[in-house]
């Protein structure tokens, strides 16, 4: 009898094994559809390289690669400064990313915590930005936005629609505004 149930308790281990070996088996091929890049030889010198995954450093030096394009045609780089809304713990409820460029301010991001919308903290960082492009001598102040986002914020602190690409992104227009500071 001790030998029926070891025998069965070997088999049932034996069978546990092979049902993992076979999930790791197909857990593995799925990682690697996954993972691994799908590759299209263009010819004996390059490839086209699909990577659902791609390493931060090789998206940087795209990035990098059309930031150097664009400062050889505008013959400048533009500078940067960011303002944040922090509570006393000193976490970030909100804030404004901004470029810097000889004659303008670009706005790349404005946030606000849903829970401190509509209490003037956009308007506050707004503000302080157009201030510090002022102290810079800067002439306008651009930014660009979905019409889901904050077109009607933008046009009571005083901008202008310059442009708009209906159908933009599912459905949605893009609208680009500026303001002449």
Not at 101 to 126: E, P
Not at 129 to 138: C, T, V
Not at 152 to 178: A, C, M, P, T
Request: glycine share 6%; net charge positive; proline share 2%.
């Amino acid at each position: 009898m001790a030998t029926n149930v070891n025998y069965l308790n070997k088999l049932f281990l034996f069978k546990s094994y092979m049902f993992i070996g076979i999930l790791l088996i197909i857990l593995n091929t799925t990682l690697q559809l996954l993972i691994s890049p799908s590759v299209t030889t263009i010819n004996e010198h390059y490839i086209l390289s699909k990577e659902n995954f791609p390493l931060p450093e090789d998206n940087q030096f795209i990035y990098n690669s059309l930031q150097n394009f664009n400062v050889s045609q505008l013959k400048e780089k533009p500078d940067h400064f960011s303002i944040f809304l922090k509570d006393h713990q000193n976490k970030i409820n909100g804030g404004i990313l901004v470029s810097v460029y000889s004659d303008a301010i670009y706005v790349n991001g404005l946030w606000v915590d849903q829970l401190l919308r509509n209490k003037g903290y956009g308007q506050k960082l707004l503000g302080m930005a157009e201030e510090e492009a002022k102290k810079r001598g800067k002439k306008y102040c651009k930014v660009d936005t979905y019409d889901f986002q904050a077109k009607d914020f933008y046009v009571k602190q005083g901008y202008n629609i310059i442009g708009e690409i209906k159908d933009y992104l599912l459905g949605h227009s893009r609208i680009y505004l500026r303001k002449k500071i």
